[in-house]
């Protein structure tokens, strides 16, 4: 179905607070800017300039600048420019047990689900006219500011920013979320321990 798919394990590594965010650098036209991967964290795309198309569990999608995209935990995806002369975009990356940890007791069996399990009436992409006004732009631009001109609360403000991002997902479908976990399924929690705990 996908080919071949790597496991991305050799990559720097995570800050000890397991959030991490960069700019890609710019890359030409036609180029593949992560092969099919799946890793364990949740990873998640800012585009600031030309085009890439986004494989996120078999769904392509073309992103300009200013669109955003999820990629959930051990989701399999792939990312390549498309046909403009210079592209990049910012990356965020959350490690699910950082996430995990803070989430309540009470709430472990269905917020994490959320970004761990793979469903396609979850939203995944975002355009920049649905970013318009939108706390994850306002959060996205927070982290881009730290990054050129980083303050003495970087770590602090990367971290801030990243659980914002993750609520405002949360928050973007919670009903359609909400309706489909209202069904038990045993399966789906094993699968999320397994995520999270895969190490």
Not at 83 to 95: G, Q, R
Not at 151 to 158: A, Q, V
């Amino acid at each position: 179905m996908y080919g071949y798919i790597q496991e991305e394990r050799a990559v720097p590594p995570m800050s000890d607070k397991g959030v991490r965010f960069f700019k890609m650098p710019i890359m030409p036209a036609h180029t593949m800017a992560t092969q099919l991967q799946i890793h364990e964290d949740f990873e998640m795309i800012y585009v600031k300039t030309g085009s890439v198309i986004a494989n996120i569990d078999g769904i392509k999608q073309s992103l300009r600048p200013g669109d955003f995209a999820f990629f959930r935990s051990r989701g399999v995806h792939g990312i390549y420019t498309e046909n403009e002369a210079e592209n990049d975009y910012y990356v965020l990356k959350i490690m699910p047990k950082f996430f995990y940890n803070l989430t309540p007791k009470n709430s472990q069996k269905s917020v994490p689900n959320r970004f761990l399990i793979y469903n396609t009436a979850l939203k995944t992409f975002w355009t920049k006219e649905e970013l318009e006004g939108s706390e994850i732009l306002r959060n996205l631009n927070r982290l881009i500011e730290e990054l050129e001109n980083p303050g003495p609360i970087t770590e602090i403000t990367k971290i801030l920013c990243g659980l914002n991002i993750l609520e405002q997902i949360y928050l973007s479908d919670y009903t359609t979320f909400e309706s489909l976990s209202d069904e038990p399924n045993a399966l789906l929690d094993i699968v999320a321990y397994i995520n999270v705990w895969f190490a």
